[in-house]
């Protein structure tokens, strides 16, 4: 059973930058595909960006050129910065981690809210 903890995410004006991050529990955090999802009020949860165990990178058409997650295997963490932020980026953000399709754990969520 692996952990996940968000931290981060809060109050965002319009135009404005936040950064998200989540620590795994368990040492075998570099063998995990690492995922940011998100859940607007309303609507279905989104994937937002993900990173593979070798490092690539794929993103939502909305996260591309704006966001950039990246990963700190020597500190079980994942981060997503998120850049020129809007009001339709309000969502609670989530940390996803995949070993096998059947082998996915979630973290509890942080909200973003952007006001502009």
């Known amino acids: 059973q692996m952990q996940l903890m968000e931290s981060g995410g809060g109050l965002a004006q319009s135009g404005g930058s936040l950064s998200v991050s989540c620590v795994a529990s368990?040492?075998?955090?570099?063998?995990?595909?690492m995922a940011w999802y998100r859940q607007a009020p309303g609507k279905n949860r989104e994937s937002v960006a993900t990173i593979s165990t070798g490092g690539t990178t794929t993103y939502a058409d909305f996260a591309k050129g704006r966001f950039t997650i990246s990963r700190d295997n020597a500190k079980n963490t994942v981060h997503l910065q998120m850049t020129s932020l809007q009001p339709d980026d309000t969502a609670v953000y989530y940390c996803?981690?995949?070993?096998?399709?059947?082998?996915?754990?979630w973290g509890q969520g942080t909200q973003v809210t952007v006001f502009s």
């Open positions: 996803n981690a995949r070993l096998l399709p059947t082998i996915s754990y």
């Open positions: 368990r040492g075998a955090f570099p063998m995990y595909t």
